[in-house]
């Protein structure tokens, strides 16, 4: 890493880091982080203060036997959260600087249109995998702290799979950002890309080698059914088509980001 860009790179933290947002993030992502276990903790508790009101209405609530794997499960279906929150706070990275114009006496002072971009992706991803390293270390503290089992391979594996996938959406970020000049743009052709994903998600033949099909790494957590209950997948290795799917796309949006910069006009 040359200077230049480790420079720009620091200039771009600094600038996240007085502003805030990187602050925010990292207690959204801490926050989402307990409230996995604290939800399988207090749904059994919550059940029994509504099981008399629920007993007058005819209905018996059974309390769930609450395990590590229960707080996982919550972790697969608030992962998406911490992303969300990260592409609204930080996906205007770019269109930002083109709306106020703030590039243009950078660049015509020397600054690299690729060094702009490459600074700019590098701190996205910097600041994700903290983010994300936080959610999952946070929820494995606690999930331990109450129900120790160790860490477990399947945990691993969904937490790459899903992974893989923000690499993704990271990329579409970065894209987006170098075609449109504005953040609704970019958001706008986020959307229709996650809605274009749905629609080929219904087509088998397809839908096991886009990647929405690694989108929800709580397929991982699949079982079968019958007298001794089973997981349905093995782990990763049966979602290596997707994956490599994914992450060629994502490179492929990389690069496409690096070309359509040299040509980019930052006015």
Known sequence: MNNVLFTWIRKEFTGVWRGGRLTIFLIVCAGCGVLNPAMAKLTPL???VMKDQMAEMGLVLDAPNVTAWTSWEQYCKNIWMPLLIFVLMFGNIFTKEYGAHTLTPMVTKGLGKRTVLWGKAILLLLVWNVGYGLYFVVTYGYT???WPMGLSRRVC???LMF?????YIIALVVFFSVLWKEFSGVLASMAAIVLGETFFSMIPKVSKYIPAAIASPAILMEKTGGEKEAWKYAGLSDFAGPIFVTLGITAALFVAATLLMKHKSVD
């Open 144 to 146: 331990e702290f109450y």
């Open 163 to 167: 992974y893989a996938y923000s690499l």
């Open 157 to 159: 594996d969904m937490t």
């Open 46 to 48: 919550l059940l029994e």
